[in-house]
């Protein structure tokens, strides 16, 4: 890929830009011309796409001509779900996602605290003893003699629980009397959420803005041009937020639309969410936890713990109050719920909101459910009555999905085959926003289509173009957007270009193929997804015309 214009005048990188630019000699995915190969961006708009016989006609009128060489130019991905600072700080500093063992991860976590002397507060994420040998999480005591007993926090891959070390646990006064504290075991509920505000206090300015920085980087390296965060006083701060809103606004990186997680109990709430900048009240309003440690909230006991149904954070008044004085306010609501318990309470409080408000005031705002992971058909066709949308994680299904994954062990094979049921939703109609939770599951946006086109649960599969626009059309859908995530004229020039093979119209179960996959059909192709196949790479990235990554080499 290379400009080849005589009058070429390449922006710096993250400059804003009023050139107009031609991209040909690739593949254009494109609603407007299927066999598209050319694309002409003017300034931060989409000007024109179609095929090569037409470019030469605009190719004397732009400023720069680039050569995509066979290159595929798409959307840009929108991650709908991210923890932006917390995602930097697991990419610069202890992660623990790959630890294949519990001695491995106190060895590191050994090694992270010697290399880290001043820390105040060491920070760790992402163990997950469903995949070591020994089957248990590290204790309390065993993190000690790793950090000589400075204060420790080691979030589970969820974040939904964590272990610390007694350094952290005696910077909480009264945590042995929050529920979820347990002396030795990682802490769940209250006792998590109040040690997760003591360590992230402990963080810099200099040091969030660092790790903010990181992962938009890593975020625009992946293709991906915009970011929903899912901020809240139980997972972040508000200066988190507003720093994030700020850094991003700066235009070096992705667009990052901010959410913030508080239940609206009066009209005076919704002032200060507008004051924050977000864009709704929503993300991870916690309505339950997660199902690998035990939280989310279930009808039935869970599987491997039948004293366990999981935890309720919200009751029933709270949810549908939420929801009213959104809906009354004109504000986008939304909520985290997993468990099908959870679901209902959220489905409850949307059926109140709309005998009080109207359906179509309820249908307007969109309001939002995260996650959605175990849901009744009852509660899919409620979605689709109420316009919710399932902001979902694909990348949860495969890493803890099939017959012997995390899932089913907490569950059952039976309550297991029936998480994320994407076709259901999608067939009734429920739109669908895709994203990671990072750092939960990484910002991946290719692999996240793939994990969706290749669910573990057959019955569950979607076609690779479905899952495709959930993670670029379906992103900007969600915050009330219907002009972005696609490459049409008018629409914001929010692209990435790949290297990739060859492309397909891909539907690996013939249940979900419900259009042509003959090439003459005029489908657009996307890269061939299949598992063991290498990813597409991402060259460049570019956001509002502004070039936010450029693959060195590339």
């Given at each position: 890929m ?23 000699g690739?593949?254009?995915h494109?609603p407007?011309?299927?066999?598209a ?6 300034g931060?708009?989409?000007a024109?796409?179609?095929?090569e016989?037409a470019?030469?006609?605009f190719?004397d ?7 995509l ?5 798409t ?11 917390a995602t ?10 790959t630890?294949?063992?519990l001695?491995?991860?106190l060895a590191?976590t050994a090694a ?12 760790g994420h992402?163990w ?7 089957r248990?999480?590290?204790?309390r005591e065993?993190?000690d003699r ?6 420790l926090?080691?979030?589970r891959?969820?974040?939904h629980?964590a272990?610390?070390t007694s350094g ?8 042995a009397?929050?529920p979820?504290h ?8 209250d006792a ?9 206090a402990a ?6 803005e660092a790790?903010?920085?990181?992962a ?6 992946q293709g991906?041009?915009a970011?929903?965060?899912c901020?809240?006083p139980?997972i972040?701060s508000?200066d ?11 235009g070096d ?8 997680a ?7 709430d ?5 004051d ?6 929503g993300?991870d ?7 690998g440690?035990h ?5 039935a ?10 935890v309720s954070?919200?009751d029933?008044?709270?949810i549908a ?8 306010a004109?504000?986008?609501?939304g909520?985290h719920a997993?468990g099908?318990a959870?679901?209902?309470a ?11 408000a109207g359906?179509?005031r ?7 459910v995260e ?15 109420f316009?919710?949308?399932?902001s979902?994680?694909?990348a ?9 994954g995390?899932?089913?062990e907490?569950?059952g ?10 076709a ?6 429920v739109p669908l926003?895709?994203?990671s939770?990072?750092?939960?599951t990484?910002?991946d ?5 793939r994990a969706a086109?290749?669910h573990r649960?057959?019955e569950?599969r ?8 959930g993670?670029?059309?379906g992103?900007w859908r969600?915050v009330g ?8 004229p ?5 692209y990435a270009?790949?290297r990739?093979?060859d492309?397909v119209v891909?539907?690996?179960?013939e249940r ?6 003959d090439?003459?059909s005029?489908t657009?192709?996307?890269p ?5 196949r290498?990813?597409p ?11 936010v990554h ?5």
């Open positions: 290379h400009p080849s214009s005589a009058t070429a005048r390449p922006s710096a990188k993250g400059a804003p830009t009023s050139t107009t630019v031609m991209l040909r690739g593949f254009v494109t407007a011309d299927p066999f190969t050319a694309i002409v961006v003017d931060g708009t989409v024109w796409v179609g095929e016989a470019a030469d006609s190719a009128g732009v400023d720069e001509v680039v050569q060489d066979g290159a595929l130019v959307p840009a991905f929108t991650d709908a779900h991210v923890h932006t600072t930097g700080l697991a990419l610069t500093g202890l992660d623990l996602t630890a294949a063992s001695p491995e991860a590191r992270h605290a010697a290399a880290h002397p001043a820390d105040r507060v060491l920070l992402g997950d003893e469903t995949r070591w040998p020994e248990r999480p590290p204790t065993e993190l790793a950090t000589g007993g400075r204060p926090y080691l979030s891959t969820d974040v629980s272990a610390v952290l646990a005696a910077l909480v006064p009264g945590l009397g929050l979820g347990h002396p030795s075991a990682p802490l769940t509920r998590h959420h109040a040690v997760r505000k003591a360590a992230y963080v810099t300015p200099a040091q969030r790790a903010q920085r990181a938009l980087r890593h975020a625009a390296a991906i041009g970011l929903h965060e901020a809240g139980d972040s508000q988190d937020l507003t720093g994030l809103l700020a850094l991003a606004a700066a990186g992705p667009r990052v639309l901010g959410y913030w508080e239940p609206v109990r009066t009209p005076a919704l002032d200060r969410i507008r924050l900048g977000a864009v709704g009240a993300g309003l916690f309505v339950d936890g997660s199902l440690s939280t989310a909230c279930l009808h006991p869970y599987a491997d713990d039948a004293a366990a149904t999981g954070y919200l029933g008044e709270t109050r939420h929801l009213l004085l959104c809906t009354q004109g504000v986008q609501a909520f997993i099908d959870a679901v209902d959220v489905v409850a409080g949307v059926r109140a909101a709309a005998e009080a359906l179509d309820v249908r307007a705002l969109r309001h939002r996650h959605a992971e175990l849901l009744s058909g009852a509660a899919i066709a409620a979605f689709a009555e316009g919710l949308v399932a979902v994680q694909p949860f299904d495969a890493a803890w999905g099939g017959t012997d995390m899932y089913a907490r569950l094979a039976e309550r297991a085959a029936a998480l994320n049921p994407y259901a939703l999608t067939r009734a109609g926003a895709l994203g939770d990072s750092p939960v990484p910002l946006p290719w692999g996240a289509v086109t290749f649960t057959p569950h979607i076609s690779a173009r479905a899952a495709f626009t993670h670029t059309r992103g969600a957007r219907d002009d972005a995530g696609v490459l049409v008018g629409a914001p020039a929010d270009v790949w990739v093979g492309l891909q539907a690996p179960d979900v193929a419900n259009w042509s996959t090439p003459r005029g657009p192709g996307l061939d997804l299949t598992p063991g290498e990813l790479t991402a060259l460049r990235t570019v956001v509002g015309g502004r070039t450029v693959r060195p080499n590339g």
